[in-house]
């Protein structure tokens, strides 16, 4: 159901003359129906998309998008790559990468959206895990389902293999066994389980735990951060004559929608909930405060992709053993979202963006 409540607005540097010059077009004539496919259930690291149908950006661009949620039981890269399914799909690049090379899809990257990693992994600072180097001895929580490789492939480079000179251990996606001490360090994204610790009372305290309370490794600094979040389309799809202009339009209002977030978080945690997040609005905060600096500053312009970025995902998938080869040419293409930055009358880049800061509440709520 499209929202017609609420009037495009423009806040800071948000598109305001796109919609402007889409509306009258957009309402005179039928909207194209297309649907998109997230990779999880409703919360902030999707609140550009609900931003972006909400605050009317796709329908100024002629579009009625449809969001699909995700979950433990929806996999964004196969739904995605169903003929009949959902025109976009969100997901991390290796998931997609992974399914290619089998032969079971013909998703293309058409918008790298998080421009780094947000994949940590976390100990106690009484039991310190400062580093990959260290994991030696150790057992180290990680997901399953390709969610580890960062990690491994960390551990790798510093000559480790799991089950060999540590133990790897496979976590539920929460802290439990971080927070009941059951692994020496865990597995977190920036926006989702660390918080998690931080929300959770140190029964030694009474208080909340802290950041002191914790040793951080962060995946981007160590330099095994793989290509998370991004905007995928069947090649099948994009070659139907009209579909690459619909492509365009469908990332122009996303872009808006992601623009329109850095500059009001507060209103895109309220999209967030309002699309039917069962998360607490603390939780919330943090994460839209987390997922933020992941996407800005871009640099090359939102929706960029960095060569050096996807050379060292794939390289990673093929130490893995997940790729049998290199992608085929067209794994990615660039010119769909230079033509949506280039309909975008507004900041694309983030150049002056800073880092917000919430406040950590119990239990994130």
Same mark, same amino acid.
């Given at each position: ?7 495009? @607005? ?16 957009? *309402? ?15 919360? #902030? ?9 909400? *605050? ?23 739904? %995605? ?62 997901? =399953? ?57 140190? /029964? ?6 802290? /950041?002191?309370?914790? &040793?951080? @490794? ?11 979040? #991004?905007?995928? #389309? ?38 967030? &909930? ?7 609005? %603390? ?11 992941? @996407? ?6 939102? %929706?960029?992709?960095?060569? =050096? ?6 390289? @990673? ?40 800061? &919430? ?7």
């Amino acid at each position: 159901m499209r929202n017609t409540r609420r009037p495009i @607005i423009a806040v800071g540097a948000t598109g305001l003359l796109l919609a402007a010059s889409f509306g009258t077009t957009a *309402q005179a004539q039928d909207l194209t129906p297309v649907s998109v496919v997230l990779q999880w259930v409703p919360q #902030a690291q999707f609140a550009g998309y609900y931003a972006a149908k909400e *605050q009317g950006f796709w329908e100024a661009l002629g579009l009625d998008v449809t969001i699909v949620d995700g979950g433990p039981d929806v996999a964004p890269q196969v739904v %995605g790559s169903d003929p009949n399914g959902p025109e976009f799909a969100t997901s991390w690049v290796p998931r997609v990468l992974a399914v290619v090379d089998q032969g079971q899809s013909d998703l293309v990257n058409i918008a790298q959206i998080f421009q780094r990693s947000g994949t940590l992994s976390v100990s106690w600072a009484d039991n310190p895990v400062t580093s990959h180097e260290e994991f030696e001895g150790k057992k180290i929580g990680v997901w =399953d389902f390709g969610n580890e490789f960062e990690v491994t492939a960390a551990a790798k480079a510093a000559g480790f293999e799991p089950g060999v000179h540590f133990e790897k251990a496979i976590q539920p996606f929460d802290m439990s066994l971080l927070l009941n001490r059951e692994v020496d360090a865990a597995q977190a994204m920036i926006y989702n389980e660390y918080a998690q610790v931080l929300e959770t009372v140190n /029964p030694e305290t009474g208080e909340l735990y802290q /950041p002191e309370d914790l &040793v951080v @490794i962060d995946y981007n600094e160590v330099g095994t951060a793989m290509l998370q979040d #991004a905007i995928h #389309a069947r090649a099948s799809w994009l070659a139907e004559p009209g579909n690459e202009e619909i492509a365009v339009k469908f990332l122009a209002g996303a872009f808006q929608g992601w623009m329109f977030c850095r500059d009001n978080p507060e209103a895109c945690v309220q999209a967030t &909930v309002d699309a039917g997040s069962t998360l607490g609005l %603390g939780h919330q905060r943090w994460m839209m405060n987390e997922v933020n600096p992941l @996407i800005w500053p871009a640099p090359a312009g939102i %929706g960029a992709l960095d060569e =050096d970025a996807w050379n060292t995902t794939v390289s @990673i998938m093929k130490d893995a053993g997940l790729l049998t080869k290199d992608p085929a040419e067209g794994a990615y293409r660039t010119d769909l979202a230079e033509q949506a930055r280039a309909l975008i009358e507004g900041d694309t880049t983030g150049e002056g963006f800073v880092r917000g800061t &919430v406040e950590v509440t119990p239990g994130g709520e």
